[in-house]
């Protein structure tokens, strides 16, 4: 059994959970199996899976490997394709979720360019602000805001967007500009509570972080209607900046608090641990980075 053959049944061994259903299904002996993971093991120079008599984990080291061993796999798939299939494309399905205001100001308006790529590559977009799980609804790939750790999903970094304080210039005209976070206390917030729970602010001080409540008449679980509620004048609202990329730009709201910005959310690209990524969504995914690489107001300055 060659090295590619070899990693391609560490895979399996991953994806099925145990030796015995790995060894079924590549039509071999377990022992066979036992010895070529252990071979492969050998020629790394680290223990990629743990055994006990009851279970089979990752090592640190195998998780790291099983990671690069999908992108290899799938790139030596992809390349055996087009030349296998006369340079055929990729094609079938791909399920995707995001937030519904994320897919509709990032996502869906650069489909055309992507289906000018790939023709035969269908999307099935998912919008929802609460976190599905990917496996009960069926996606390929999810499109998440935020930094997260969860060791059932493998995550592609595509970009990060500042974390800034942002409200409509008559509402400042009206109520006075911030000059630090304590003066927070005396304006109206637009609070995102998502399923109830209001999400508390956070921000950068000389003394350390600070965590502030806001308070306000008015709350939302719904990320497009923190814009609307922004926009219409209600209160301050503190957002991932390509939430109002466009009207930053054009002046119809305006970025405080500057100086005491917390930092950056990651967007990323999610899928499953041990389910191989369809060549379909790893172009969509490639797509999505470069994409957003080229989007200026995820690097607001």
Same mark, same amino acid.
């Given at each position: 059994?060659?090295?590619?053959?070899?990693?391609?049944?560490?895979?399996?061994?991953?994806?099925?959970?145990?030796?015995?259903?790995?060894?079924? /299904?590549?039509?071999?002996?377990? %022992?066979?199996?036992?010895?070529?993971? +252990? +071979?492969?093991?050998a020629?790394? *120079?680290?223990?990629?899976?743990?055994?006990?008599?009851?279970?089979?984990?990752?090592? &640190?080291?195998?998780?790291? $490997?099983?990671?690069?061993?999908?992108?290899?796999?799938?790139?030596?798939?992809?390349a055996?394709?087009?030349? *296998?299939? *006369?340079?055929?494309?990729?094609?079938?399905?791909?399920?995707?979720?995001?937030?519904?205001?994320?897919?509709? =100001?990032?996502?869906?308006?650069?489909?055309? /360019?992507?289906?000018?790529c790939?023709?035969?590559?269908?999307?099935? =977009?998912?919008?929802? &602000?609460?976190?599905?799980?990917?496996?009960?609804e069926?996606?390929?790939?999810?499109?998440?805001? *935020?930094?997260?750790?969860d060791?059932?999903?493998?995550?592609?970094? =595509?970009?990060s967007?500042?974390?800034?304080?942002?409200?409509?210039?008559a509402?400042?005209?009206?109520?006075?500009?911030?000059?630090? %976070?304590?003066?927070?206390?005396?304006?109206?917030?637009?609070?995102? +509570?998502?399923?109830?729970?209001?999400r508390?602010?956070?921000?950068?001080? +000389?003394?350390?972080?600070?965590?502030?409540?806001?308070?306000g008449?008015?709350?939302?679980?719904?990320?497009?209607?923190?814009?609307?509620?922004?926009?219409?004048?209600l209160?301050?609202?503190?957002? %991932?900046?390509w =939430?109002?990329a466009?009207?930053?730009?054009?002046?119809?709201?305006?970025?405080?608090?500057?100086?005491?910005? %917390?930092?950056?959310?990651?967007?990323s690209?999610?899928?499953t641990?041990?389910?191989?990524l369809?060549?379909?969504?790893?172009v $969509?995914?490639?797509?999505?980075?470069?994409?957003?690489?080229?989007?200026?107001?995820?690097?607001?300055?």
């Open positions: 059994m060659d090295r590619l053959d070899a990693i391609r049944l560490f895979l399996r061994v991953v994806e099925r959970g145990n030796f015995a259903a790995a060894a079924r /299904e590549a039509g071999i002996g377990q %022992p066979a199996v036992s010895k070529q993971i +252990a +071979a492969l093991e020629h790394l *120079g680290a223990q990629l899976l743990r055994r006990t008599s009851r279970s089979m984990t990752l090592s &640190e080291a195998g998780q790291t $490997f099983y990671e690069a061993a999908l992108r290899l796999v799938a790139d030596y798939d992809a055996a394709s087009l030349i *296998g299939r *006369g340079q055929s494309s990729p094609s079938g399905l791909v399920r995707v979720s995001t937030s519904p205001v994320f897919g509709r =100001l990032y996502i869906t308006p650069r489909l055309p /360019e992507f289906f000018a790939y023709p035969d590559v269908a999307v099935e =977009l998912s919008a929802s &602000e609460r976190m599905i799980n990917l496996v009960e069926g996606i390929d790939v999810g499109i998440r805001i *935020g930094n997260f750790a060791s059932s999903l493998i995550a592609l970094r =595509l970009a967007t500042p974390i800034i304080t942002v409200a409509a210039p509402y400042l005209e009206a109520h006075g500009v911030p000059a630090s %976070p304590a003066e927070l206390e005396r304006h109206s917030c637009v609070i995102f +509570a998502l399923r109830g729970e209001p508390a602010w956070e921000f950068k001080t +000389a003394a350390g972080p600070l965590v502030h409540h806001p308070q008449n008015f709350r939302t679980g719904d990320a497009e209607q923190v814009r609307a509620a922004v926009l219409a004048g209160g301050l609202a503190q957002v %991932p900046a =939430l109002f466009p009207e930053i730009a054009s002046g119809a709201v305006r970025v405080v608090l500057r100086d005491f910005e %917390p930092g950056s959310f990651a967007i690209a999610v899928h641990a041990g389910r191989r369809p060549t379909r969504a790893r $969509f995914v490639d797509f999505v980075a470069r994409a957003l690489g080229r989007e200026k107001s995820l690097a607001f300055q």
